[in-house]
């Protein structure tokens, strides 16, 4: 009996295979355009695996266990023939590992070479997540017509900028990967990666940030360095952008996200962009996970064995709507015709006095402030997290509403249920004691008991802070329904460390700065000042009076734990 074979199948939730007898051909040379050797490993069935389709796996990550486990054997066993490449640098493919950087080249000469190859047959699909969807999004305009489907999960086509805004730089997610691949072929790499872990986050804490990759690991690290000098925006960082291939994609795409990823945006941007260019059969899976999750291997597979493996023999996937969506708060999957669905209209809820939140426009009132220290910074709680040994998703937020430094407002109890599926934004009028400053919002569902759960949120750093500011604060999309009975509540804040680094309040550049200073806070909420969070609701007639008187705040009485709301986590480490 395979062990290995039936824990997959387990796992991923998958029928029976057609065969678990297969076999591996280690160490096939591919050779690229520059003269490197890339190597990969060949997995097929025993009997009768030539001419199979083919799914093209090209990862970073090595070619056996997390990887090779839960993504070639459950392929191999239901229909395909599985090619899976080592990316240029890593696990013996020659040349250096400079992520992200020779995806596109490199793709598309493996491409070349696995057409010509004896046992390929007539089709293939590109199938990964994180880094490898990346690899397709590199290579997606210019497929040979062999390729039948792409199956990117939790990933998109510029993968790390979004990290590196200069107006939001999202220091864990480039840290915590840069560390991990740098020692991810040292011997027992994955033990070594959790007992390190909170020497991770303290190294997350260095000043200046210059020097937390040697506190991590004991020396400088190429990557490390390049994301702490570098803004999304910089040349440095052109070659690795391929946003402006989306739109000429012509093959079949079955994108798989999560709410709490932290590739969401720009995975939805890159399905929006194909929904608009006409794309024939693009289509679009969100559930409500986070980037290490099981869920998304699960539903990945699904879609490369029922639409990947269709399209590649020549059939018509199963007919369903191109997107489909799981709606928190209704614990459902619902279908939609395209992202953003329809019917959807961007409704304000201004911050009010006394802690309320209302669709009414604010009256006269004086600003609510905090105090924000970098030293002593807001953390991050839950939602868009990658770190090991750190929650994601879904959680109570009670001891991050109970800091000084965290203000919240909460509509009345609902009287119909309010259902937000969209983009999701707020505008905070804002004053900060320091001209740099940051401002984190983000949106929770308060239920019957008073416990508050997370459901989205957004940061934006702000230079002239010093002055009342507008400031526009992108927040992760979403699909909830807050219940009758529940309360809506928006949390401002001014950080949400490590996922977000501190803002030093100094204005010196982020790999330098040494100097921590505190700053006093102030969020307006007036006539002049209409601080609001912009939600897409869709309204009943009812809804249109059920929550839109202002309460104040009143104090919650929880009289036992919190129960936590998470989202399951599970398989590889992998960004």
């Known amino acids: 009996m395979n062990l290995n074979s039936h824990l997959?199948?387990?796992?991923?939730?998958?029928?029976?295979?057609?065969?678990?007898?297969?076999?591996?051909?280690?160490?096939?040379?591919?050779?690229?355009?520059?003269?490197?050797?890339?190597?990969?490993?060949?997995?097929a069935p025993k009997s009768g695996g030539d001419g199979l389709p083919t799914a093209l796996i090209r990862a970073p990550y090595g070619r056996a266990g997390l990887t090779a486990g839960p993504m070639a054997r459950p392929l191999a066993e239901r229909g395909f023939q599985v090619l899976i490449q080592s990316t240029r640098g890593t696990f013996g493919s020659e040349g250096a590992f400079d992520p992200l950087r020779r995806e596109r080249e490199?793709?598309?000469?493996?491409?070349?070479?696995?057409?010509?190859?004896?046992?390929?047959?007539?089709?293939?699909?590109?199938?990964?997540?994180?880094?490898?969807?990346?690899?397709?999004?590199?290579?997606?305009?210019?497929?040979?017509?062999?390729?039948?489907?792409?199956?990117?999960?939790?990933?998109?086509?510029?993968l790390t900028l979004d990290f590196l805004r200069g107006d939001a730089f999202s220091l864990e997610t480039p840290f915590v990967w840069g560390v991990q691949v740098a020692g991810q072929e040292r011997p027992l790499a994955m033990p070594r990666q959790l007992l390190r872990a909170k020497k991770v986050r303290r190294a997350l804490r260095t000043l200046p940030l210059a020097q937390a990759d040697t506190a991590a690991l004991g020396h400088h690290d190429d990557y490390i360095q390049n994301i702490l000098a570098h803004d999304?925006?910089?040349?440095?960082?052109?070659?690795?952008?391929?946003?402006?291939?989306?739109?000429?994609?012509?093959?079949?795409?079955?994108?798989?996200?999560?709410?709490?990823?932290?590739?969401?945006?720009?995975?939805?941007?890159?399905?929006?962009?194909m929904q608009d260019a006409g794309h024939p059969l693009a289509r679009l899976t969100v559930g409500p996970w986070a980037h290490i999750s099981m869920g998304v291997g699960q539903t990945a597979a699904a879609e490369a064995l029922d639409f990947g493996l269709a399209l590649a023999r020549g059939e018509e996937p199963a007919e369903r709507a191109p997107v489909r969506l799981f709606v928190m708060g209704e614990e459902k999957w619902r279908d939609f015709p395209s992202w953003p669905p329809p019917g959807y209209e961007p409704r304000r809820f201004h911050l009010q006095p006394g802690g309320a939140l209302s669709t009414e426009a604010p009256a006269g009132s004086s600003p609510d402030g905090y105090?924000?220290?970098?030293?002593?910074?807001?953390?991050?709680?839950?939602?868009?997290?990658?770190?090991?040994?750190?929650?994601?998703?879904?959680?109570?937020?009670?001891?991050?509403?109970?800091?000084?430094?965290?203000?919240?407002?909460?509509?009345?109890?609902?009287?119909?249920?309010?259902?937000?599926?969209?983009?999701?934004?707020?505008?905070?009028?804002?004053?900060?004691?320091?001209?740099?400053?940051?401002?984190?919002?983000?949106?929770?569902?308060?239920?019957?008991?008073?416990?508050?759960?997370?459901?989205?949120?957004?940061?934006?750093?702000?230079?002239?802070?010093?002055?009342?500011?507008?400031?526009?604060?992108?927040?992760?999309?979403?699909?909830?329904?807050?219940?009758?009975?529940?309360?809506?509540?928006?949390?401002?804040?001014?950080?949400?460390?490590?996922?977000?680094?501190?803002?030093?309040?100094?204005?010196?550049?982020?790999?330098?700065?040494?100097?921590?200073?505190?700053?006093?806070?102030?969020?307006?909420?007036?006539?002049?000042?209409?601080?609001?969070?912009l939600l897409p609701v869709r309204r009943t007639r009812r809804q249109a009076s059920s929550y839109v008187q202002p309460e104040a705040r009143e104090e919650e009485t929880?009289?036992?734990p919190p129960e936590r709301v998470t989202v399951n986590r599970a398989g590889s480490p992998e960004a």
């Open 106 to 158: 490199d793709g598309l000469d493996t491409l070349d070479w696995v057409i010509r190859q004896p046992w390929f047959g007539e089709s293939m699909i590109l199938y990964g997540s994180s880094y490898l969807g990346f690899v397709q999004w590199a290579v997606a305009d210019a497929l040979p017509p062999q390729v039948k489907a792409m199956i990117p999960g939790v990933s998109e086509s510029a």
């Open 371 to 533: 105090r924000y220290d970098p030293a002593d910074p807001t953390p991050a709680l839950g939602g868009v997290r990658m770190a090991f040994g750190e929650q994601a998703g879904r959680v109570d937020n009670a001891a991050l509403e109970a800091r000084p430094d965290v203000l919240t407002y909460t509509t009345s109890v609902l009287e119909e249920d309010a259902e937000v599926v969209g983009e999701v934004s707020a505008e905070i009028f804002f004053r900060s004691s320091l001209p740099h400053a940051d401002v984190f919002v983000r949106l929770c569902d308060v239920d019957a008991d008073g416990r508050s759960t997370n459901v989205c949120d957004g940061l934006i750093s702000l230079t002239g802070a010093d002055e009342i500011t507008p400031a526009t604060v992108t927040l992760w999309p979403t699909a909830y329904r807050f219940r009758r009975g529940h309360r809506i509540r928006v949390q401002v804040s001014s950080g949400a460390f490590p996922r977000y680094n501190r803002n030093p309040g100094t204005g010196e550049p982020r790999a330098t700065a040494t100097t921590l200073r505190t700053a006093d806070q102030q969020v307006f909420h007036d006539p002049q000042h209409p601080s609001a969070v």
């Open 8 to 43: 997959v199948q387990r796992l991923l939730r998958l029928p029976p295979p057609l065969t678990r007898d297969l076999t591996i051909e280690r160490d096939l040379r591919v050779p690229m355009r520059d003269g490197a050797v890339l190597l990969a490993d060949r997995w």
């Open 558 to 560: 929880r009289t036992s």
């Open 232 to 273: 999304a925006g910089s040349p440095f960082w052109q070659g690795l952008d391929h946003r402006h291939r989306v739109p000429d994609i012509q093959v079949p795409v079955s994108s798989v996200g999560g709410w709490y990823d932290i590739f969401l945006p720009g995975q939805l941007r890159d399905h929006r962009a």
